[in-house]
């Protein structure tokens, strides 16, 4: 009979099946009894050699090797200086580890070991692959690829994240046919265009039905994510760091240790999926730790005053954002020694004595004299080539000194891997957060990662675990410090970062319309309440487009919600209405933030439809984005709530004069009541919105 490790969690069973070499995933689904049919599973494991093969097959395991015949992407590739390259890994060992195995592998004539943990989270099902490399002889191992794992999958039809800067999160479809599919970054960040997150599942999968696996590498460097269909009609995929040239090379008893390639299944669509990755990301991911206290109202001053910072101007825009509801208020840049634009003085973290001649003191005292917690802008990574600090240390840029490097927004990358120039970085923030009561970082990171060497070698690897190092240690030091991770937008989100941050900044784009889809591709994987979603200016600075303050503010409201405008401009009505939707938003925070997302699907193709519900209620929003198809729209179907449960349902935005018109009743701001089996099945009726409106419900369970 052959041999099984077993992982149990949030309802599946995953299954391992032993053998000579590597495991083997033989089962991962809905969970079995404790007494499965081992026999049963093992004779349903056997595969019918394809004709025009090797002999003994094509074995698709944990870790497929080219020295077993494996002719897809093998997930090793290892070479020797004198040119040994094929691996043939053994099974020694396994071992149970909490929430899962380690499995052992060796291969005495290449001189390696290779050890995999696989772990099963109970409460969500959310599995995790880990693997160690180690060089076992004494000669230097060179690392072309090594995977956490090779996944076997059952379908084709592949949903990855798209995009660019202002346009990230952008979810795309294509099926597979024979060969690879690739998605990599080489930007050493997880990217606007290619984050390393992908899905795969039945053709035609949708947000509530269709068996999927999600897959998220945890990783913020350089990536490679693959997807591949092979000869025999097999479809695997794998995810791992992608390394320069020459970059990974292990001496005589190192090891690499792979990141985390974190996956689930779902037999119901994208919000299955969602559903599991969402509490694994609040409880494992952040620990728990944003539950603590509610997510404070943000108001960011980027877009309101630019790198224009005068004191009285900033005192003023504190005072507005007290008045309509912020809880904190984030300097973004323009605040040290000599900022004048975006191409000097990066690296000097000291206030500019031009614009704060007393320090950042007067300005922080004003704004927590209000009420509000006072959250920072840094970009510690950089430095500008016109600074103090590279004057001082030109040695410090992580480059090749014989190299003209590029710039990026008029900056370098400093080498986070020389402990001077950490040591540097840290001192600077230190002193600031010792100096002033500062609750929050903006950790930004505006530049590509080109050049990437440190002493001569290829660094992308040892600078990510640098910056990874960098923010833990200010962590350590000022533990009430929270962090938000930005990169020019969107660009470096994914859990590894998430372990030492407490927001993402999810793109530099406000347009409601934009984000609207941006946000429903990045709430695919992340939960709403690290979200930032901020109302923009109207025009948007960026698009240039012009849209309500009541779409600017719903469309923020379902995630970590800021302001980032100059309030100083909006008419009387409209701060109004921004105050009364913040003071909404703060209402339902509690269920914005820990209620489970149920995105919708409607027949309208030109609009975005969302719900958020818990054992209290829900939160549903429709917005239309582009000019209906229909002069009268479908029902909006809710799926998600309590089938049997009873609920008040009241629209929270009704129309001007919707009721003075031949309209139902919910539609003027009527209450109406409805099971939750009703409204799934005949649905709520949706007022005739123009593009660029929103209609959003509260449906208060009362059963």
Known sequence: MADFLRLDGGGDTLLLQLGAGPPTLAYWGEALTASFDAAGLAALTHRAKAIGTLDSGEGLDLMPEAGRGFTGHTAIEVHRPGGGFLTQLELTDTRPIAEGHEIRLRDALAGIEVIQTVT?????????????????????????????????????????????????????????????????????????????????????????????????????????LLVERLRDGRVQAQAGELFLP???????????????????RSGAGLNGLSARFHPFVRDRILGGRLQARPRPVHFNSWEAVYFR???????????LAAEIGAERFVLDDGWFEGRGDDTTSLGDWRPDRAKYPDGLGPLIDHVRGLGLEFGLWVEPEMAN????LLRAHPDWILGDPARVQPLG????????????????????????????????????????????????RPAVHRQTLAAYALIDRVRAAHPGVEIESCASGGGRADYEILRRTDRVWTSDCHDPIERQVIQRGFGVFFPPQIMGAHVGASPDHGTGRRTSLELRALTAFFGSMGVEADVRAFSEAERAALTHWIGVYKAHRALIHGGRVVRQEHPEPAAVATMVVDEGGALASF?????????????????GLEPAARYRVRLLNPPRGAARQRTPAVLGGAAIEATGRMIATVGLPLPILRPGHIAVFHLERID
């Open 246 to 264: 020459g970059e990974m090379k292990l001496a005589p008893g190192e090891a690499h240790e792979t990141p985390v390639l974190y996956a689930a």
């Open 385 to 388: 080539a016109q600074s103090d």
């Open 309 to 319: 910072h005068d004191l009285a101007e900033l005192k003023a825009l504190a005072d």
């Open 623 to 639: 917005a239309q984005l582009e000019t209906p198809t229909r002069a009268g729209p479908d029902p909006l179907r809710l799926v």
């Open 120 to 224: 099963l989270d109970a409460a969500t099902g959310v599995a995790a692959f880990r693997a160690r490399l180690v060089n076992a002889v004494a000669e230097p191992l060179a690392v072309d690829w090594f995977a956490p794992a090779a996944l076997p999958l059952a379908h084709d039809e592949v949903l990855l994240l798209d995009g660019r800067w202002g346009h990230e999160f952008q979810l795309v479809r294509q099926r597979l046919v024979t060969g690879l599919m690739v998605k990599e970054g080489r930007t050493g960040r997880t990217s606007h265009h290619a984050p390393p997150f992908a899905v795969v599942g039945q053709p035609g999968f949708g947000e509530h039905a269709g068996e999927v696996v999600g897959l998220h590498l945890a990783w913020s460097g350089n990536h490679r």
């Open 409 to 456: 927004r008029g900056q370098y990358v400093l080498d986070l891997t020389r402990p001077e120039v950490a040591d540097n970085l840290f001192a600077q923030l230190d002193a600031l957060l010792a100096a002033h009561p500062i609750g929050y970082l903006k950790w930004d990171m505006n530049r590509d990662l080109t050049h990437a060497a440190s002493a001569g």
